[in-house]
C-alpha cells in the first residue's frame, strides 16, 4: 500500500510537465502547421489544423519578398559580433569587480547594476548620434556596437567568479602567472556554464532586437531579420503562411543552438547564483 502512494506525487509531476511541456510547444507546431497551409486555411473559422494539401511553395515565396538570405547573414553577423563582445568585455569586468581591489570599485558597480533600472529608449538618440558621427549608420558594426557590452552579463560573470574558490588564483601566482594571464588561461576557461549562458542569453536578446536595427539600417538588404519579417505584416492584407514560413525559417538558428547548450545554460545560471 505504501508503494502506490511514493509513485503517485511522481505520475503528477510527470502529468504535469507534459502539459506544460505541450503549450510551450503548441506555439511553434501552430506555427509550422500555418507555414505550410493556404491563406484560406489560416484564416478559416474554426482553424484548420491538418492541412488538405502541404504548401512547400510558401518558403520560397520568403525570398520573393524579402531579401531574406542578406538580412540573415546581417543578422548572423550582428549577432556573432554582440556575443563575443560581451563574452570577452562582461567576463573582464566581471573578473574585476570579483577579484581585484581598487578605489571605487563599489560605486563603479553600483553605477554599472543601475544601467538596468534606466529605460533603453532613453539611450536611443545619444546612440544614434554617436553611431551616425562615426560614419556606422547602415552597417553591421552600427548595429552591434551598442550591443557588445551588457550590465547584466557583468553581473552575473561576477556572481559566477565570486564563487570560484581562489586557491585556483593563488596557485597561479605561486607559479609566476600575472593579473591577466590568471584571468586568461585559468579563470576564464573554467567559466564555461556561465560563459554559455551569457551567449545564449545575448543570441536571443540580438537575434530578436527590432527597435535598434529599425532605427540605424534603413535598406532592406542591410538591415536584420527582425525587421525583414515586421515589414511583412501588411496594413490592409497579410500573407500569413508565408509570414510564418519566414518567421520559422528566422527562428530554426536560435532554436538548435539552445537545445545544444540548454545543459550549459541552465548550469551556468544555477552556479552564478546570487552570492556575493
Known amino acids: 500500500?505504501?508503494?502506490?502512494?511514493?509513485?503517485?506525487?511522481?505520475?503528477?509531476?510527470?502529468?504535469?510537465?507534459?502539459?506544460?511541456?505541450?503549450?510551450?510547444?503548441?506555439?511553434?507546431?501552430?506555427?509550422?502547421?500555418?507555414?505550410?497551409?493556404?491563406?484560406?486555411?489560416?484564416?478559416?473559422?474554426?482553424?484548420?489544423?491538418?492541412?488538405?494539401?502541404?504548401?512547400?511553395?510558401?518558403?520560397?515565396a520568403v525570398f520573393e519578398q524579402i531579401p531574406f538570405l542578406s538580412q540573415f547573414v546581417t543578422t548572423a553577423a550582428v549577432t556573432i559580433a554582440r556575443v563575443v563582445g560581451q563574452l570577452l568585455l562582461c567576463a573582464m569586468a566581471g573578473y574585476a569587480f570579483a577579484r581585484m581591489e581598487f578605489r571605487g570599485k563599489t560605486i563603479l558597480f553600483?553605477?554599472?547594476?543601475?544601467?538596468?533600472?534606466?529605460?533603453?529608449?532613453?539611450?536611443?538618440?545619444?546612440?544614434?548620434?554617436?553611431?551616425?558621427?562615426?560614419?556606422?549608420?547602415?552597417?553591421?558594426?552600427?548595429?552591434?556596437?551598442?550591443?557588445?557590452?551588457s550590465a547584466f552579463g557583468t553581473f552575473l560573470m561576477r556572481q559566477h567568479f565570486l564563487g570560484m574558490p581562489r586557491s585556483l588564483e593563488e596557485a597561479a601566482r605561486l607559479d609566476g602567472a600575472n593579473p591577466w594571464q590568471?584571468?586568461?588561461?585559468?579563470?576564464f576557461p573554467l567559466s564555461g556554464p556561465s560563459l554559455s549562458a551569457v551567449a545564449i542569453l545575448t543570441a536571443l536578446a540580438s537575434w530578436n532586437d527590432l527597435m535598434w536595427p529599425l532605427i540605424v539600417a534603413t535598406y532592406d538588404d542591410r538591415t536584420t531579420l527582425a525587421v525583414g519579417l515586421s515589414t511583412?505584416?501588411?496594413?490592409?492584407?497579410?500573407?500569413?503562411?508565408?509570414?510564418?514560413?519566414?518567421?520559422?525559417?528566422?527562428?530554426?538558428p536560435l532554436m538548435i543552438l539552445f537545445i545544444v547548450l540548454q545543459r550549459r545554460v541552465v548550469e551556468g545560471l544555477a552556479h552564478s547564483g546570487m552570492k556575493g
Open 182 to 187: 590568471t584571468f586568461w588561461r585559468i579563470m
Open 232 to 252: 511583412m505584416q501588411g496594413q490592409f492584407t497579410t500573407d500569413y503562411p508565408v509570414m510564418m514560413a519566414a518567421s520559422f525559417m528566422a527562428m530554426l
Open 110 to 149: 553600483g553605477l554599472v547594476l543601475s544601467i538596468l533600472m534606466v529605460p533603453y529608449q532613453i539611450y536611443l538618440i545619444p546612440q544614434y548620434e554617436i553611431i551616425q558621427q562615426l560614419g556606422w549608420l547602415n552597417t553591421v558594426a552600427g548595429i552591434a556596437a551598442p550591443g557588445i557590452f
Open 1 to 60: 500500500m505504501t508503494e502506490p502512494r511514493r509513485n503517485r506525487p511522481r505520475y503528477a509531476t510527470h502529468a504535469a510537465l507534459l502539459i506544460g511541456g505541450a503549450v510551450m510547444v503548441f506555439p511553434f507546431a501552430w506555427q509550422l502547421i500555418m507555414s505550410l497551409s493556404t491563406h484560406a486555411e489560416v484564416t478559416s473559422v474554426p482553424p484548420t489544423w491538418v492541412p488538405e494539401k502541404l504548401q512547400w511553395q510558401n518558403y520560397p
